[in-house]
């Protein structure tokens, strides 16, 4: 599992997954979230402006990424 930290309240999805490497483009994570390739917190999320919070786990294909705030 990798980590990112953000520095801020959250971040939403779409943002993330490009921010991580997940995908290359905002284009890319929109179209992934909205086919339901894209889990949070072991569920699949649909919402590509989900709030993702400190805690929160984002998982695509084999890769799992754990939100971390900044301390």
């Known amino acids: 599992m990798e980590t ?3 520095n801020e309240e959250f971040i939403r ?3 993330l997954m490009k921010f991580s490497g ?3 483009s905002g284009g890319r ?3 992934l979230i ?3 390739e894209v889990k949070l917190n072991g569920e ?3 919402m590509r402006g989900k709030k993702i919070r400190p805690g929160d ?3 695509y294909r084999n890769r799992m990424i754990e ?3 900044e301390p």
């Open 22 to 24: 997940m995908c290359n």
């Open 29 to 31: 994570a929109k179209y």
């Open 13 to 15: 999805l779409d943002h």
């Open 67 to 69: 939100v971390t705030a």
């Open 34 to 36: 909205q086919n339901g």
């Open 57 to 59: 786990k984002v998982e």
């Open 44 to 46: 699949i999320c649909t």
């Open 4 to 6: 990112i930290t953000i």
